[in-house]
């Protein structure tokens, strides 16, 4: 079976990539099964070099045109204040979404997207794809045969990004936490010189923190530490947009999520809870869920 993708969000970067995936451009990373058909975009003129550049035929001046034409609608917007808005129309027909990371912009609109996804009973993911890179598969294996102790994952990200603040790419350092680790984070404390961020999180079975700089050149690293051994190293992105959406196939084929709710929500209620602690100076609690 060749599943159907309609594209929403043009202006992210990640159009162009998984649409050159699902449809054989990109023959190094090339997924079968996948062919991107439809996008949906604001901007005329970008949506026709996403387009172009990604082999997809139909371009829709409404999403619900796609409706009963695509199998899987990718939500891409940069802005995951958008991601609930475009994501609902297929949700309410049933179509299983994949949205990019983050989620939501918020955590009450990532726990309404859930929500719908549980009434309509239909599929729905969402992810960094850096948590299925080499280096975070090695330390979470690691951490689940070892007793974990400290865990430190570094990236960028900017809270006054015009896409969301601190959500749009601090998500990637907390998704690639929470991916090792599991759910279980507690409690948040965070600090800032600058922009430039710490936060110290209380696992329920560990400690760790998470550094955040808009400065910092593009780069994930990770650090840990378990009774018996250490761990450091890059985060190799290569091939993450294929291991990305073979997760996604796993997720179609076999009909079933391929992360749990709580997986999904946590990166979102930690990223809110380090913005909010930096500009209150206090402990943020996350929520359970």
Not at 156 to 163: F, K, R
Request: aromatic share 8%; hydrophobic share 40%.
């Amino acid at each position: 079976m060749v599943y159907r993708i309609g594209i929403v969000g043009s202006d992210n970067s990640h159009a162009i990539t998984f649409s050159q995936i699902a449809n054989g451009i990109d023959m190094e990373n090339y997924v079968p099964g996948f062919k991107a058909t439809h996008l949906f975009g604001f901007d005329e003129k970008r949506n026709r070099e996403v387009a172009e550049k990604g082999g997809i035929e139909n371009i829709v001046s409404d999403v619900n045109e796609m409706i009963g034409k695509i199998d899987i609608a990718f939500v891409v917007f940069r802005h995951g204040g958008l991601h609930l808005e475009y994501a609902k129309p297929f949700i309410e027909n049933r179509i299983p979404v994949f949205v990019d990371k983050p989620l939501a912009a918020t955590v009450a609109d990532a726990k309404r997207i859930i929500e719908l996804v549980k009434e309509k009973q239909t599929l729905l993911t969402s992810f960094s794809t850096l948590r299925f890179t080499d280096a975070v598969q090695e330390l979470k294996k690691m951490f689940g045969s070892e007793e974990p102790v400290f865990l430190s994952v570094l990236g960028p990200g900017d809270l006054e990004s015009e896409y969301g603040g601190l959500i749009f790419y601090g998500v990637h350092s907390a998704e690639i936490f929470n991916e090792i680790a599991g759910t279980g984070v507690r409690e948040v404390y965070a600090a800032a010189k600058s922009k430039n961020i710490v936060a110290t999180l209380i696992h329920e079975k560990l400690i760790g923190t998470i550094k955040i700089a808009p400065e910092m050149p593009y780069v994930f690293s990770l650090e840990g530490l378990t009774k018996k051994n250490h761990f450091s190293a890059k985060v190799d992105s290569k091939d993450c947009y294929k291991k990305g959406m073979i997760k996604i196939k796993e997720m179609l084929d076999n009909k079933r999520w391929i992360l749990s709710e709580e997986d999904m929500l946590e990166p979102v209620a930690i990223v809110k809870a380090i913005e909010e602690s930096v500009r209150e100076s206090v402990k943020k609690p996350v929520l359970k869920f």
